[in-house]
């Protein structure tokens, strides 16, 4: 039998935040996802349309943040600065369901909730994020993931990852395995390996890290290799997919990499595995074969399903990196477009910004910036709008970075969440 304690958990009733009671002729608007895209667009949608029911269903009543915690993993930060609630949104007028959604019929127009309950929409917004690919590489599964942490979904990961460098003896191998592209921060698995070079050298010097690549390039290449040659020298190694970087299987008991020709024993083995759009995604039938989802670049909505739209990570979106930035940006963007559309306006193409910081030290940061528009049915950049940091600049401009990387942090977590 049920305990009341897990009824109360798993039920609509004790998971829906209660709000004002509303017409029922006006629009019903449901997002799946409370990340940097779905908590975004929720947020935009209230203020575009105060009268529309605007509800958000998300696991967890805890937003734990993938940006900075590279930090985390380090020491640098305590996982409490990562983590955000709803209760700004939810004083807005948004309803708060904490469950998961399963299942979504795109001819009934309803969602279906962990408890069973089916719940109706006029337009969906899905914001779900990644997931990954799991046995990719061979081996790599959930279990294995409690060995050699992906750490690439903020919370558990990331301290799991934390205590094992601290861990881990002096001498000692951190071997990093990056997967291809499309991937969730496409710069993320340098600006760890660059953070974790930074520990080592402090705590732990005869220490080295590694990064197994399935790529032969990434953003910000050589910024980040000059860097690495400044201040990590012999300490940090990357080994590109020409040079046998690619992880083909991993054997979790011995915490050992695997590629085409050599093995890797790793003290602690970080493995980001290949990854797709968040499982609600293909549930609902718009994801495509390769396990992203298609969109209409200018109003989000999928080729493959009327009424839905995809926003964030999970969708396919030309140029624009996957990141925190971007999903916010499609977020606003998205909001906007629907607003249009239940009002039976046309929405109109605009313009999109990303911009993606990593640090190389605590005090040394770089960037890139892209400018986006929709040219044939996918964003594409804008010519000579965007670009990156400098490959020589003083420490001075690298400390500035780093300072606007953090008041970028604060900025778009009090947006979205404050
Ligand atoms: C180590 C690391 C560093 C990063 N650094 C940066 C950075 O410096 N700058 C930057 O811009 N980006 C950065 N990113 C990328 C950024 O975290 C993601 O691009 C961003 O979180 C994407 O937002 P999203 O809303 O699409 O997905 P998420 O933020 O992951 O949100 C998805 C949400 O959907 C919920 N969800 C999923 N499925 C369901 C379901 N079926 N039912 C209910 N809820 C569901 C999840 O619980 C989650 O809360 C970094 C990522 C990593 C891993």
């Not at 001075?396 to 008041?407: I, L, Q």
């Amino acid at each position: 039998m049920k305990s009341r304690r897990s009824f109360l958990k798993g039920s609509l009733a004790a998971a829906l935040v209660p709000m004002p009671a509303l017409a029922q002729s006006q629009p019903r608007v449901v997002l799946v996802g409370g990340g940097f895209a779905g908590a975004t667009c929720a947020r935009e949608l209230k203020r575009l349309m105060p009268d529309a029911r605007v509800m958000m269903i998300e696991t967890n009543a805890t937003f734990t943040a993938c940006p900075f915690s590279n930090g985390v993993v380090t020491g640098l930060r305590a996982l409490r600065a990562q983590q955000f609630n709803y209760e700004a949104l939810g004083s807005l007028g948004v309803s708060l369901v904490y469950l998961s959604a399963s299942k979504v019929d795109p001819q009934a127009r309803t969602v279906t909730v962990a408890d069973g309950t089916a719940l109706p929409y006029d337009r969906l917004v899905l914001a779900p994020g990644v997931d990954f690919r799991w046995g990719s590489p061979a081996r790599y599964d959930e279990a294995a993931s409690a060995r050699m942490p992906h750490a690439w979904k903020a919370g558990e990961q990331t301290l799991l990852l934390r205590r094992q460098l601290e861990a881990m003896e002096d001498g000692g191998l951190v071997a990093i395995s990056a997967p291809p592209n499309p991937m969730r921060c496409p710069t993320g698995v340098y600006e760890r390996a660059s953070l974790i070079a930074f520990y080592l050298k402090a705590r732990k010097p005869r220490s080295k890290v590694i990064i197994l690549d399935a790529k032969d390039s990434f953003p910000k290449q050589r910024l980040f290799q000059a860097a690495w040659q400044q201040l990590y020298p012999g300490l940090l190694e990357w080994v590109p997919l020409s040079n046998d970087g690619k992880v083909v299987s991993v054997e979790p008991a011995t915490n050992t990499l695997v590629t085409d020709f050599a093995r890797h024993a790793a003290a602690v083995a970080n493995v980001v595995p290949p990854q797709k759009a968040g499982a609600i995604a293909a549930a609902a039938g718009v994801a495509d074969r390769t396990g992203w989802c298609p969109i209409d670049p200018v109003t989000f909505e999928s080729p493959l399903q009327k009424n839905i739209h995809v926003i964030g990570d999970a969708a396919i979106s030309g140029a624009m990196a996957k990141s925190a930035f971007a999903a916010n940006a499609q977020g606003k963007a998205c909001a906007a477009a629907i607003a249009q559309l239940l009002a039976g306006d046309t929405p109109a193409s605009g313009k999109l910004i990303n911009t993606c910081y990593s640090l190389v030290a605590p005090d040394y940061g770089i960037s890139i910036v892209g400018v986006y528009h929709a040219v044939g049915g996918q964003y594409v950049d804008v010519e000579g709008a965007g670009g990156t940091s400098a490959l020589e600049a003083p420490r001075e401009t690298r400390a500035a970075e780093a300072n606007y990387a953090a008041a970028w942090f604060r900025t778009i977590t009090a947006e979205v969440f404050g």
